[in-house]
């Protein structure tokens, strides 16, 4: 029997209207909703420093003030990780408003996930729990289950091992509803949205998508008909490289081998996911640690026209003073400018100073002041984007490791019964895999400079301090000549931000794909704001524009 799980959230953020669209638009068994992030833990954190009743994802509760009773006539179950810091004060709300709405509705939520307090020093740490907590609560007849941090597959997975009746050595199965997950947990994305080749689509307002599960781990990913963008193996292929690293896809209840993923177009809108292997999971637990690093101030100083390097420099002179008290000072040129540029905007550069300190006044008005006192002694045409703040507080991501005995991982069910869940017995050390076989080079010939992404679709994201950059090749041919062209050093020689950082590639054969793992690019993480994209989520479409000599065979 199919399972259908569809997804209506992708961040805390997302479009709102989306649950009522997912339960009006077509068949569903659960429907999913993923509202946690690295950030949103941060953002979660500071809420319950001013609020201790806060911490969990509010939009999510204003969806179901609409969409509560849709839900419950159509027999529709909601999972989501909305909880976040206090999933059981989001489950009490649930309750009520289910009173209000005169609903019978079971309310079941899962925790165990918050270790704060072994952390001293951090705003939240909270380990990444699997999808059992998950599967115990619907077995007893929840009709909504709310998290903590758990996985964003265990959305799935949870679901899945409850249907089926799975168990925690069912490895193969578990791991193609981690596939599974892992597609569908960033909502349209799955269906155009950021998709490389998005002109191929209308992507204007993608639909969200939905899996349709089998017992035996395999499944369909689609999306409601009349839905907007599109579903093939590409959309899918690009959110399955999203954040990962390499073949072995590491989570609390299964080890997921993304190599051995078999995408087929299974009709329109419809791509088959099979062949999925999993192995034991590892033996700890990931933990996210979010505290604050300090404060962080910003001015984005605009050059126009003539001697933009003069001009720059000029800056920097006067600034230096100011500034030699400050921990973390970095300065960056935007040649956004156009020699005899038709408009004043598109003769204009910017030169972005970014200062960090574990001192506010440091960073804040002193220095702030220091910049708009130049506003009549410096270079001609001085103006700023925007007057410069006092400093603004900013978050440091790291994560660490626990045995999975170290987590109370509690499934709290609607009539209140407490049900821990063990930790894994059957584990396994994580290692990497030998490096696969590459395909036969393509035999010489003629080629032409042109972009890469002529030929491959990327996709980047964030991990903490590091970015991958999934890169795949659509076509048998393309593939052939990306395996051997699209090297560690090619890569470094095409991002020369990568060139002194760590960079490690890993293959996927069967995806036509390598993922490259880049480490420290972003600093303490996106909270820190280390870089002009914090996220790396443009990393992969400024490396698609990168030209080399490829092959005229192949354009």
């Not at 704060?116 to 705003?123: M, R």
């Not at 998290?147 to 168990?167: I, K, Q, S, Y």
């Not at 004043?344 to 030169?351: C, D, K, P, Q, V």
């Not at 109370?408 to 030998?434: F, I, K, N, S, Y």
Request: with cysteine; glycine share 12%; net charge negative.
């Amino acid at each position: 029997m199919t399972l259908r799980i569809g997804n209506a959230s992708g961040f805390y953020g997302d479009r709102f209207d989306a649950m009522r669209e997912m339960l009006t638009g077509g068949e569903l068994d659960v429907l999913t909703g993923d509202y946690l992030a690295e950030l949103t833990m941060l953002i979660l954190g500071r809420d319950r420093l001013k609020d201790p009743g806060a911490g969990y994802a509010r939009t999510f509760l204003r969806q179901l003030e609409e969409c509560l009773g849709l839900a419950h006539e159509r027999g529709v179950r909601i999972v989501a990780n909305a909880g976040g810091l206090n999933p059981s004060g989001l489950a009490d709300r649930i309750r009520e408003l289910a009173d209000q709405l005169g609903l019978p509705v079971r309310v079941a939520h899962v925790e165990g996930d918050d270790l704060t307090p072994l952390h001293p020093g951090s705003l939240a740490a909270h380990a990444y729990l699997g999808g059992f907590g998950i599967a115990a609560c619907l077995r007893d007849g929840a009709d909504v289950v709310v998290t903590g941090r758990v996985t964003d597959a265990a959305l799935v997975t949870g679901p899945a091992a409850a249907h089926f009746g799975w168990g925690p050595t069912d490895h193969d199965r578990l791991a193609g509803a981690v596939v599974a997950g892992h597609v569908l947990e960033c909502g349209t994305q799955a269906t155009g949205g950021n998709y490389a080749f998005f002109q191929e689509g209308d992507v204007r307002r993608p639909g969200f998508p939905l899996a349709e599960l089998h017992e035996d781990g395999t499944a369909v990913i689609t999306k409601h008909p009349g839905t907007g963008g599109f579903v093939d193996v590409g959309t899918v292929t690009a959110q399955l490289l999203y954040e990962t690293q390499g073949a072995r896809y590491a989570g609390p209840d299964v080890t997921a081998r993304l190599d051995t993923v078999r995408l087929t177009q299974d009709g329109p809108d419809r791509v088959r996911i099979s062949g999925v292997r999993g192995e034991a999971p590892p033996p700890t637990l990931k933990v996210g640690l979010n505290r604050l690093g300090g404060f962080r101030n910003e001015v984005a100083f605009v050059l126009t026209g003539l001697d933009i390097e003069a001009k720059a420099a000029l800056v920097r002179e006067q600034m230096e003073t100011h500034l030699a008290k400050v921990t973390d000072v970095r300065w960056d040129l935007v040649r956004t400018d156009r020699p005899d540029a038709a408009t004043e905007e598109t003769a204009g550069a910017l030169l972005r100073l970014v200062v960090r300190d574990a001192n506010q006044e440091v960073v804040g008005r002193a220095l702030s002041g220091a910049a708009v006192e130049l506003a009549l002694a410096s270079y001609p045409g001085f103006h700023v984007l925007a007057p410069p703040g006092k400093g603004s507080p900013y978050g440091v991501f790291e994560d660490v490791y626990v045995p999975h005995g170290a987590v109370d991982h509690v499934a709290v069910l609607h009539d209140g019964r407490r049900l821990p869940l063990a930790p894994a017995q059957e584990t396994a050390v994580l290692e990497d895999l030998p490096t696969p076989p590459l395909p036969e080079p393509l035999p010489e010939g003629p080629t032409r400079r042109a972009p890469l992404g002529l030929i491959a679709g990327a996709r980047s994201g964030d991990k903490g301090g590091n970015a991958n950059i999934g890169v795949w090749a659509r076509t048998d041919e393309a593939w052939r000549w990306l395996a051997h062209t699209l090297t560690v050093e090619r890569l470094r020689e095409l991002l020369p931000e990568t060139a002194e950082l760590p960079v490690t590639r890993h293959d996927l054969p069967n995806l036509r794909a390598l993922n490259f793992v880049v480490e420290g690019i972003l600093g303490e993480g996106v909270a820190a704001q280390h870089r002009f994209d914090p996220q790396a989520k443009a990393l992969g479409e400024w490396l698609r524009s990168r030209h080399l000599d490829i092959p005229e065979a192949l354009l």
